[in-house]
């Protein structure tokens, strides 16, 4: 075995458990919301709704696998 062959299997076998961790099915993924405005003003309560509807479209869904952490911004 020469000496690049080495290394690569050696970097490919360091990033292996990491690959690993991230294949797992069924963990609750989290996104991070940035809001501008205040979170209790109508208006934006109105566009996270839309925000959440838009998600669970696709299929995600907050409380059973995402969880959204919001934060203000003003």
Known sequence: MNRRAFITLLGGAAAWPIGARAQQA???RRI???IAFAKDDPETEERLAGFRQGLAKRGWVEGRNI???YA???
């Open 26 to 28: 069924g963990a609750t």
């Open 32 to 34: 991070g919301a940035l």
């Open 67 to 69: 969880h959204i952490d």
């Open 72 to 74: 203000v911004a003003i």
